[in-house]
């Protein structure tokens, strides 16, 4: 599924009629606070198309998704994140994803242990 979907809390984000704290936009990406930060950098970076994980957006348009890193890459400089962070893509129930909307959590500002839980 592209375009935007009325029932889908990150197409609201990207369209304005959702509030949130935008770190970053551009004619593809917008990026902005978790509203449930699990780090002092909590950033989620999100195509303005709406695809369902990272496997559609792959196939749908590779463009896209160099967009969305470029942005994470461009929001870990602007957060200050020269000491390390970390892009995380939920993909699936089992991969942690509860948003159907794909995007990029950039977390950073505290040691991140590995593995994740
Ligand atoms: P997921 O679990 O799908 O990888 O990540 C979804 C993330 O979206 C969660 O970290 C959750 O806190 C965040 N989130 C869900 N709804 C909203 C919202 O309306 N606004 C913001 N800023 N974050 C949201
Ligand atoms: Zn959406």
């Given at each position: 599924m592209m375009g935007s979907m009325?029932?889908?809390?990150?197409?609201?984000?990207?369209?304005?009629?959702?509030?949130?704290?935008?770190?970053?936009s551009d004619d593809q990406?917008?990026?902005?606070?978790?509203?449930?930060?699990?780090?002092p950098v909590h950033v989620l970076v999100i195509p303005r198309e709406?695809?369902?994980?990272?496997?559609?957006?792959?196939r749908a348009d590779s463009e896209?998704?160099?967009a969305l890193l470029?942005?994470?890459?461009?929001?870990?400089?602007?957060?200050q994140?020269?000491?390390?962070?970390?892009?995380?893509?939920?993909?699936?129930?089992d991969g942690g994803q509860t948003v159907d909307h794909v995007h990029a959590h950039v977390l950073g500002g505290r040691h991140l242990?590995?593995?994740p839980g």
């Open positions: 009325s029932s889908c809390p990150f197409c609201l984000i990207a369209a304005g009629s959702i509030d949130a704290d935008i770190v970053y990406v917008v990026a902005f606070r978790d509203i449930n930060p699990q780090a709406h695809h369902a994980n990272v496997a559609e957006l792959a896209q998704l160099a470029a942005a994470a890459a461009q929001v870990a400089e602007s957060e994140l020269a000491a390390g962070y970390r892009v995380v893509i939920n993909t699936g129930g242990t590995w593995p």
